[in-house]
Antibody, heavy 118, light 110 residues
Framework: QVQLVESGGGLVKPGGSLRLSCAASGFTFSDYYMSWIRQAPGKGLEWVSYISSSGSTIYYADSVKGRFTISRDNAKNSLYLQMNSLRAEDTAVYYC???????????WGQGTLVTVSS | QSALTQPASVSGSPGQSITISCTGTSSDVGSYNLVSWYQQHPGKAPKLMIYEGSKRPSGVSNRFSGSKSGNTASLTISGLQAEDEADYYCCSYAGSSTPVFGGGTKLTVL
């Protein structure tokens, strides 16, 4: 069965860095577009970043552009999010999600919590 | 991209039908038949309920249906059940492989 498992979250100080990972299994990872989506505590969902199946096309939300970098390793069935210059407003649960078609995410991981605080 | 507009809350009694609206613009909801809906229970990951406007993934009850008119998409839940109580989010394609989410609607089953 399809599984997405995020890791790498934790407590980090403002201005710090963190790298999130998402391990995929149960499907041909290299066939699918993937995204990171986050949810601040008690708030709604916010799309963060997208990467095409080959990794050749990448997009970011304006709120993270220039600070976050998405990447993937199809040989390792893994998705990554490098987060630099973290701010308090980046505090959220970060989900990786498989994209079935444009703006349709059919499988989500359990999420990993990132807390940015001094 | 601005978030899509959803009502903060809706409620209904068991067995009734409710509709949640999701209003966007001519740049997102109005331009594409690519609206999806997600159900999220507390502490859980979102679950895809409707995609591409009106399609249901395998395993999702046919009590859930989606539609669109102009810049507004809608999710209708018929035969409301206690387990339908959750937060619901809409999402629309907004071009250049970027999606935009709604602010979410809390459904209460009375």
């Amino acid at each position: 069965q399809v599984q997405l498992v995020e890791s790498g979250g934790g407590l980090v100080k403002p201005g710090g860095s963190l790298r999130l990972s998402c391990a995929a299994s149960g499907f041909t990872f290299s066939d699918y577009y993937m995204s990171w989506i986050r949810q601040a505590p008690g708030k709604g969902l916010e799309w963060v970043s997208y990467i095409s199946s080959s990794g050749s096309t990448i997009y970011y939300a304006d709120s993270v552009k220039g600070r976050f970098t998405i990447s993937r390793d199809n040989a390792k069935n893994s998705l990554y999010l490098q987060m630099n210059s973290l701010r308090a407003e980046d505090t959220a649960v970060y989900y990786c999600a498989r994209e079935r078609s444009h703006a349709s995410f059919d499988y989500w991981g359990q999420g990993t919590l990132v807390t940015v605080s001094s | 991209q601005s978030a899509l507009t959803q009502p903060a809350s809706v409620s209904g009694s068991p067995g009734q039908s409710i509709t949640i609206s999701c209003t966007g613009t001519s740049s997102d909801v109005g331009s594409y038949n690519l609206v999806s809906w997600y159900q999220q229970h507390p502490g859980k990951a979102p679950k895809l309920m409707i995609y591409e406007g009106s399609k249901r993934p395998s395993g999702v009850s046919n009590r859930f249906s989606g539609s669109k008119s102009g810049n507004t998409a809608s999710l209708t839940i018929s035969g409301l059940q206690a387990e339908d109580e959750a937060d619901y989010y809409c999402c629309s394609y907004a071009g250049s492989s970027t999606p935009v989410f709604g602010g979410g609607t809390k459904l209460t089953v009375l």
